[in-house]
């Protein structure tokens, strides 16, 4: 189900197309449609909002959940909610951005993206459970299951392949980012899944929303240490052994590395903007890249 507002009444409608877009029809003007993510549930909304020509917005969760509390609102109910969302729409209207439908060869590969995360971590969890005491009794069960798991791990990394070979846009994109030595077809598959906007941002942008931007922390004559927060921790996440590589001596970063570090940086401080040097450089390469002639 769906509760809306429109800073007057509140209604909940099923979250089903034709009660969608009879309630979109029921309206008689409207400026902007702000809804928040809730696990790909939201998706028929956007797509209907779109149909009728209807500006949206998907919030971001964090964002939206800091606007409810600066009201000094502690409850929690789809009502309060949706009247929140509704506020939050009409006082930040000109500085949000729409939601634009995702070309569906990335939608495809960010399923198979997170498919994989997941089978990840099923895998790991088998290996840990083999490894308690008292578990030689069930060792060919796990020992099954692990297997299993890698026989998917490999069907899905071949997919994610078949589905970027197949795709011009993914393939151009997927081509440019292995032309950087570090990068592999699993990273660069989950580079474009978790960050499509690579291409689009300016270079505080893209550090920012891949979280790997340093924030002051500073307060009258105090100079706090800055730390990197926010964004998406997956980025960090997969661009961390590729950042190690660069530690090790290898690629083209490691020169950006050894020189953070003999200026005095702490090796994790040196790591992180490595990190933060792949993708400010990658946003910089596909912005700067001749789209390709159909």
Known sequence: TITASDGATT???????????????SRKQVDLVVCEPTGGHEGLLLEECLRAGLACHRA????????IRSFGTLGKSD???????CAYGRE?????????????DEVRLRALVRRRQELIATKGAEQNRAKAPGSQDLAASFAAVIKAVEHQI??????MRDLIARS??????AAICMAMESLGSIVTAKLLAILPELGSMTRRQAAALAGLAPHPHESGLKKGYRKTRGGRPD???????PALRAAAGHGEFAAFYKRLVANGKRPMVAIAAVMRKIVVTLNARLRDAPIAQS
């Not at 009502?79 to 969302?85: C, E, F, G, R, V």
């Not at 490999?154 to 997919?159: C, N």
């Open 11 to 25: 209604c909940t409608i099923a979250n089903q197309r034709r009660a969608i877009r009879a309630f979109l029809k």
């Open 60 to 67: 971001d969760t964090l964002k939206l959940k800091s606007f």
């Open 79 to 85: 009502a309060i909610d949706a009247d929140k969302l």
């Open 92 to 104: 930040r209207w000109n500085v949000l951005p729409l939601w634009q439908a995702p070309d569906p």
């Open 154 to 159: 490999r069907a899905i990394e071949a997919a």
């Open 168 to 173: 011009s846009t993914l393939k151009r994109r």
């Open 235 to 241: 980025v960090r996440s997969t661009l961390f052994m």
